[in-house]
DNA sequence: GGGCCCACCATTGCATGCAATGTATGCAAA
DNA sequence: TTTGCATACATTGCATGCAATGGTGGGCCC
C-alpha cells in the first residue's frame, strides 16, 4: 500500500534528521518527492501526526522538536514501561520461557553496542542502542508495551538528534547494560525493573546536558 | 474538520458499546451514517485503527476484542503507566505545585465513583472511575503518559464491555481509591505509585474473572 | 521610511471517478 | 451432497477536481 510506503519512508528520513526538527512539510512537496498523489501522502502525514513526530502548523506540517519539559515527559514514560519489559522479561526467563539462542543475541548486540560506542561510531551506536533495547521489549511478549516504546523511542530520536553527542561515561552506560543483562539472565524481575529505570533515567541526564547548544 | 468530528463520532460509538467487538464497518456505510463522504470516513478509521479500537479485516474494519493475553498486556501497560502517573502527582503535589481546588474536585469524583458503584449504576460507575484515573493523570501534568493511558483506557474499555459487572468487591475498590487519593494529598509517591500498580491489577483481576461467559 | 491593510495564491479538506482486488456466491462435477 | 472453480460484485486505494481558507507579499497611507 502506497500510503504504507509513504508512512515508512517519511518516518525513516525523519528520524535519520534529512528532515529536521522544524522542517516543514506540505503533502504536494512531499507527493513529489514520492512521486505518488496526495492521497496516500495525507494519509502518512496524519500517522505521522498521531505518531507525535510532526504537528500540524499553519499550513502543512513540521517535525516536532520536544522542548525540554516535554522530553522529560518522555523519558519518565520511557523509564516506566522499560522497567516494566525488563521486569517482564526478567519473569518469562524464570519461567523458563525465553530461548536460550535470545539471550546470546541480546548480549551480542549488548558487545556491540558496547563496542561502537567505545570507538565513536556514534550513529551506529545509537542504532545499536536502541536495537539492544528493543530486544529486550520483545522479550517481555507484551505487543502493547513494545509498540508504545516504538513511538516513545520515536520522538525522543528524532529530539535528540541534533546533540548527538557520546556519554559522557561509555564505560558507565556498557556496565548498566550488562547489570540489566544479568538480571534478566538471573530471572531477577525487581533488579531489572530498577536497573532499567536507573539507566534510562541517567541516558536522560545525559542528553539534558548536551541539549543546551543551538 | 469533518475527519475528526468523523473519529470523535466514531469512538464514542465503539466506546458505548453501539458498535461492539467484531462488528464490522465499511467506509461507504459509515460515510452514509454520518452523512459525508468517504475521505474523511476513510481517515478516522485510519485512525482508530492507529488507536487499536479497530482493525482491518479482509474488507473494512472491524472493531477490536482484545483477546485475554493481549487484555493483561493492556493491564500490565497501564498498571506501569497509573504507577507513575500517581507517583508523579504526589511528588508534584510534594513540591507544592498542584492547586487545592484540584484534589477536592479529585475527592468529589472519587465519593461520586464510590456512590455510583454501591447503588449499582454501572454505566456511570465505570465513566466515573475513569474520570478518577483520568484526574489524576492530569495532575501529573505529563502530557505524553495522559495521552498513552487515554489510549489503552479505549481498549481495555471496549474488550470489558460486554462483561459489565460489578466489582466483586466495591467497597474494596473504594478503599483503593482513598488510599491512593491520601497516598497523593500527602505527598507520599512511592506509597501512590505502589497502591496505583496494585488498583489496577486488582482490576484487571476482577475483569478476568468476568470475562469466561459468552 | 515604516506600518497597516488588502488582494492574491498556495495549500488544505472534501467529494467523486476509476481501476484494482479480494470475497462470496452460484454452478457444475465428482 | 460436497467440493472446487469461475464469475460477478462489493469495497477499497489512489488520483484528481473544486471550493474554502489562511498566510504572505505588495502597495498604499500615514
Same mark, same amino acid.
Given at each position: 500500500?502506497? *500510503?504504507?510506503? #509513504?508512512?515508512?519512508?517519511?518516518? =525513516? &528520513?525523519?528520524?535519520?534528521?534529512?528532515?529536521?526538527?522544524?522542517?516543514?512539510?506540505?503533502?504536494?512537496?512531499?507527493? %513529489?518527492?514520492?512521486?505518488?498523489?496526495?492521497?496516500? $501522502?495525507?494519509?502518512?502525514?496524519?500517522?505521522?501526526?498521531?505518531?507525535? &513526530?510532526? +504537528?500540524?502548523?499553519?499550513?502543512?506540517?513540521? $517535525? $516536532?522538536?520536544?522542548? #525540554? @519539559?516535554?522530553?522529560?515527559?518522555?523519558?519518565?514514560?520511557?523509564?516506566?514501561?522499560?522497567?516494566?519489559?525488563? =521486569? &517482564?522479561?526478567?519473569?518469562?526467563?524464570?519461567?523458563?520461557?525465553?530461548?536460550?539462542?535470545?539471550?546470546?543475541?541480546?548480549?551480542? /548486540?549488548?558487545?556491540?553496542?558496547?563496542?561502537?560506542?567505545?570507538?565513536?561510531?556514534?550513529?551506529?551506536? /545509537?542504532?545499536?542502542?536502541?536495537?539492544?533495547?528493543?530486544? !529486550?521489549?520483545?522479550? %517481555? %511478549?507484551?505487543? !502493547?508495551?513494545?509498540?508504545?516504546? =516504538?513511538?516513545?523511542?520515536?520522538?525522543?530520536?528524532? @529530539?535528540?538528534?541534533? *546533540?548527538?553527542?557520546?556519554? @559522557?561515561?561509555?564505560?558507565?552506560?556498557?556496565?548498566?547494560?550488562?547489570?540489566?543483562?544479568?538480571?534478566? !539472565?538471573?530471572?531477577?524481575?525487581?533488579?531489572?525493573?530498577?536497573?532499567? +529505570?536507573?539507566? $534510562?533515567?541517567?541516558?536522560?541526564?545525559?542528553?539534558?546536558?548536551?541539549?543546551?547548544?543551538?
Amino acid at each position: 500500500m502506497q *500510503s504504507d510506503v #509513504a508512512w515508512r519512508r517519511l518516518r =525513516e &528520513l525523519i528520524l535519520d534528521g534529512t528532515y529536521p526538527p522544524g522542517a516543514r512539510l506540505t503533502e504536494m512537496e512531499v507527493a %513529489a518527492t514520492l512521486e505518488m498523489s496526495r492521497t496516500p $501522502v495525507r494519509e502518512a502525514l496524519r500517522a505521522l501526526t498521531a505518531d507525535g &513526530l510532526v +504537528r500540524p502548523a499553519g499550513r502543512g506540517v513540521v $517535525v $516536532v522538536a520536544l522542548e #525540554a @519539559s516535554a522530553l522529560e515527559d518522555a523519558f519518565q514514560v520511557r523509564a516506566a514501561l522499560e522497567a516494566l519489559t525488563a =521486569e &517482564l522479561a526478567a519473569t518469562r526467563q524464570g519461567e523458563g520461557r525465553i530461548a536460550p539462542a535470545d539471550l546470546v543475541s541480546l548480549r551480542e /548486540v549488548a558487545d556491540a553496542t558496547a563496542a561502537a560506542t567505545a570507538q565513536g561510531r556514534l550513529t551506529e551506536a /545509537v542504532g545499536l542502542n536502541r536495537r539492544f533495547h528493543r530486544r !529486550i521489549a520483545e522479550l %517481555a %511478549a507484551n505487543a !502493547i508495551a513494545l509498540h508504545t516504546l =516504538e513511538r516513545v523511542w520515536d520522538q525522543i530520536q528524532v @529530539s535528540t538528534l541534533r *546533540s548527538l553527542a557520546p556519554p @559522557s561515561r561509555p564505560a558507565h552506560v556498557s556496565g548498566q547494560h550488562e547489570q540489566l543483562l544479568a538480571a534478566i !539472565i538471573e530471572a531477577r524481575p525487581q533488579d531489572a525493573a530498577a536497573v532499567a +529505570r536507573a539507566h $534510562v533515567l541517567d541516558t536522560r541526564a545525559v542528553t539534558h546536558r548536551t541539549d543546551e547548544p543551538t
